[in-house]
């Protein structure tokens, strides 16, 4: 991030309320009163900020854009990362895991062993969907003792403690609200494109939600903010970062 950022003038906790198209140019007010103007603006909050209504737009966007942000699902997925004392997992013969509950209601979770990858006693539980209230509206304590205590049923014994605990809550962020882009019934990839069209010429959007090879991946994202430097220069590539000179 910081050699993306490298040169640039980053302006943090400035949350914009508004987007404005005004005077052949756009205008973005933030909640502190303060405002931006210029020629054009690149939008690149997360689906469920834009659909939240958090950010107003003048004029409103287009009503069949406010339908597709609506029919789209925005996922949960959160993760448990706990860092023990040792690979104990290892000892036991395995390593990646996939955690089917007893109840078959109840969705799977994934453990992802981070000493494989070089770093450190490390395990990433992944959770999805429904699963996602056992951790995001409990304590990094609970939360820890829930994975805990799937892992010890796969062990047939206690499970040790971990010596740290960190728990995303992206559900509950108002700056993000959710996870993931992914097409529902009655919506389609074409709805994904469509939030990637700017509007007037002038109001730009990225994100994984605005284009439909790479929906839902940061990989998608990042391609998608290529895409608008490109459209806003007029250019065929970009380069990224500092090439033998000032950013480009």
């Given at each position: 991030?910081?050699?993306?950022?490298?040169?640039?003038?980053?302006?943090?906790?400035?949350?914009?309320?508004?987007?404005?198209?005004?005077?052949?140019?756009?205008?973005?007010?933030?909640?502190?009163?303060?405002?931006?103007?210029?020629?054009?603006?690149?939008?690149?909050?997360?689906?469920?900020?834009?659909?939240?209504?958090?950010?107003?737009?003048?004029?409103?966007?287009?009503?069949?854009?406010?339908?597709?942000?609506?029919?789209?699902?925005?996922?949960?997925?959160?993760?448990?990362?706990?860092?023990?004392?040792?690979?104990?997992?290892?000892?036991?013969?395995?390593s990646h895991l996939v955690l089917f509950p007893p109840d078959p209601a109840e969705p799977a979770t994934?453990?992802?062993?981070?000493?494989?990858?070089?770093?450190?006693?490390?395990?990433?539980?992944?959770?999805?969907?429904?699963?996602?209230?056992?951790?995001?509206?409990?304590?990094?304590?609970?939360?820890?003792?829930?994975?805990?205590?799937?892992?010890?049923?796969?062990?047939?014994?206690?499970?040790?403690?971990?010596?740290?605990?960190?728990?995303?809550?992206?559900?509950?962020?108002?700056?993000?609200?959710?996870?993931?882009?992914?097409?529902?019934?009655?919506?389609?990839?074409?709805?994904?494109?469509?939030?990637?069209?700017?509007?007037?010429?002038?109001?730009?959007?990225?994100?994984?939600?605005?284009?439909?090879?790479?929906?839902?991946?940061?990989?998608?994202?990042?391609?998608?903010?290529?895409?608008?430097?490109?459209?806003?220069?007029?250019?065929?590539?970009?380069?990224?970062?500092?090439?033998?000179?000032?950013?480009?």
């Open positions: 991030m910081d050699a993306l950022a490298s040169g640039l003038d980053v302006r943090l906790d400035r949350p914009v309320t508004r987007v404005e198209l005004a005077g052949g140019g756009v205008r973005v007010s933030s909640d502190d009163g303060q405002a931006e103007s210029g020629s054009h603006v690149v939008v690149a909050v997360p689906l469920g900020v834009l659909r939240s209504g958090l950010i107003e737009f003048a004029p409103p966007l287009p009503p069949e854009r406010s339908r597709v942000m609506t029919r789209l699902g925005f996922g949960r997925y959160e993760k448990v990362v706990l860092r023990f004392a040792r690979p104990f997992w290892r000892e036991a013969g395995w994934w453990i992802f062993d981070l000493e494989a990858f070089g770093l450190g006693p490390v395990l990433a539980c992944h959770v999805f969907h429904s699963a996602t209230g056992q951790v995001s509206a409990a304590s990094p304590d609970a939360a820890s003792r829930w994975v805990t205590d799937r892992l010890a049923a796969v062990l047939g014994g206690p499970c040790p403690e971990p010596v740290s605990v960190a728990v995303t809550g992206w559900a509950d962020d108002p700056y993000a609200r959710g996870a993931y882009t992914h097409v529902t019934p009655g919506s389609a990839n074409a709805d994904l494109d469509l939030l990637g069209t700017p509007l007037a010429g002038r109001v730009l959007f990225a994100g994984e939600h605005t284009q439909s090879a790479r929906v839902g991946y940061a990989d998608g994202a990042m391609a998608s903010g290529i895409r608008e430097a490109k459209r806003l220069l007029g250019v065929p590539t970009v380069a990224l970062g500092r090439v033998d000179g000032p950013p480009r």
